[in-house]
């Protein structure tokens, strides 16, 4: 593993010349800082922040450049699925980006909207990086949005304008994979096979941290179910505690062959609408994208970075995680239904688009049937029997989320260094109490009325 130092002498050695050299012959570099970033939003990786200092054709021009480095010893980034996951998320800058933006060119498209989906990249390498020692190593630079007004969203629960806008990019960056599929076939199987599957059961005895996660977040919540029960449930709640009881005793013993169901499943092609998969985020959620507002406080631009959990699966893996954990509970039920069709809206006009730029490879009785392969009743359909999975995320990530910062760095830490451990365990079970209980009961109850809990 690459030690701080030595990633802060590749990046005084390499990288800020590669960043420079990016502005082209007429940029002189006057001078340069790097220091260190920290917060639990990076508790994977190691974060930096480089300055430069330019002069383009005279004119002075600062650029700030944040730089993840993978972190944690050998053993962590094995447990952790750290090279997986590493290997994944630079895949996505260095090769599935591109190939989107030669699908626009290639259909006399602006490929301004993939240069939209996510920060402008300088850097992005995986494997044995010269001047990072001798082991596999991840090196990502990206524009640093801040300085632009770029911030993350709440801690949990999002305006309608932040929603909104999170359906407006996650739908074209899915419909893009989706015309790479009908469009360009034989590249879209090969950039399938360099990804590397990132499964939720591993082989037997290997370290498997979504086990741990998955494992005290149902011990947690049957805990408190079993405490409160005659308090929580409504004697005509009797389907409600049915369906629980279903959960429990189908998926209590390994809550991660829930997760592996949803992601493998969607894949059988002799599944009902399995057109519906793709390339994801895979951790798409209020902390892994960046809000930019206009002067009237609302949303005009949002930008997408950690790809860390990315996947080919069903796209309502990426859906039902941001809709879970960040939609308003009180408003729940009213605001799931609209974001819905507008994520399918801004999807559908995006992959029609595409194709219908290519009329001339494909006939027109072609493009209806494709789009009509891509209608919202039957993309309806798929969602609701995979969307349990951002069940599942909020029954591990919404007492974190909900938890105190204190707590919250607490847990980062001991998830580094001893996930497997008694005080990762304990305070897992107890981080935010009850009040963050009840808000995965809240999840479990709207899931089940609307009937994505039915296939359990």
């Known amino acids: 593993m690459s030690t701080q130092q030595q990633q802060l002498d590749y990046m005084e050695r390499y990288l800020v010349y590669d960043i420079y050299k990016y502005f082209g ?16 939003d990076g508790f994977m990786s190691a974060l930096y922040t480089v300055q430069l200092d330019m002069k383009i054709a005279g004119n002075a021009r600062q650029e700030l450049v944040l730089v993840k480095f993978m972190k944690g010893s050998p053993e962590f980034r094995e447990s952790s699925k750290s090279y997986t996951q590493f290997a994944n998320e630079i895949f996505v800058y260095a090769e599935l980006l591109p190939a989107y933006e030669n699908l626009l060119r290639s259909s006399k498209l602006n490929t301004d909207l993939v240069e939209q989906l996510v920060p402008r990249t300088y850097c992005a390498k995986f494997g044995l990086v010269e001047g990072l020692g001798t082991a596999k190593e991840s090196v990502l630079a990206l524009q640093h949005l801040k300085p632009l007004g770029y911030e993350l969203g709440p801690r949990l629960t999002l305006r309608s304008d932040q929603l909104e806008a999170m359906c407006r990019i996650l739908g074209p960056y899915h419909a893009l994979g989706y015309a790479l599929r009908i469009l360009e076939p034989h590249l879209h199987e090969r950039l399938r096979g360099e990804l590397i599957t990132l499964p939720f059961v591993f082989e037997a005895n290997a370290p498997n941290l979504y086990a741990v996660l998955y494992r005290v977040a149902f011990d947690r919540f049957y805990a408190f179910y079993d405490r409160c029960r005659d308090q929580l449930l409504q004697p005509q709640d009797a389907r409600f505690a049915e369906a629980l009881q279903r959960l429990r005793d189908k998926y209590f013993g390994q809550p991660v062959e829930l997760l592996e169901h949803i992601r493998s499943h969607a894949l059988d092609e002799t599944q009902p609408e399995s057109h519906f998969s793709t390339f994801l985020h895979g951790d798409f959620n209020r902390n892994n994208v960046l809000f930019h507002e206009n002067e009237e406080g609302k949303v005009d631009e949002i930008r997408m970075i950690d790809f860390q959990e ?147």
């Open 310 to 456: 990315m996947r080919y699966s069903t796209t309502a893996i990426d859906l039902s995680f941001f809709l879970y954990m960040n939609t308003p509970v009180a408003e729940r039920g009213t605001i799931f239904a609209r974001l819905l069709r507008l994520y399918h809206q801004h999807m559908h006009d995006t992959l029609e688009l595409v194709l219908q730029r290519n009329h001339e490879t494909l006939p027109e009785e072609k493009i209806n049937q494709l789009l009509s392969d891509y209608s919202y009743e039957r993309f309806e359909a798929h969602f609701k029997r995979y969307a349990f999975y951002g069940v599942m995320i909020c029954m591990h990530f919404m007492p974190w989320l909900l938890g105190s910062d204190a707590d919250c760095d607490r847990l980062s830490k001991l998830f580094e260094t001893d996930m497997h451990g008694a005080e990762f365990y304990e305070l897992s079970m107890n981080i935010a109490g009850d009040a963050a209980n009840r808000q995965i009961l809240d999840v479990l109850r709207h899931a089940f009325e609307q009937g994505y809990m039915d296939w359990i």
């Open 25 to 40: 012959k007429d940029a002189v570099l006057d001078s340069h800082s790097i220091t260190c970033s920290n917060g639990l």
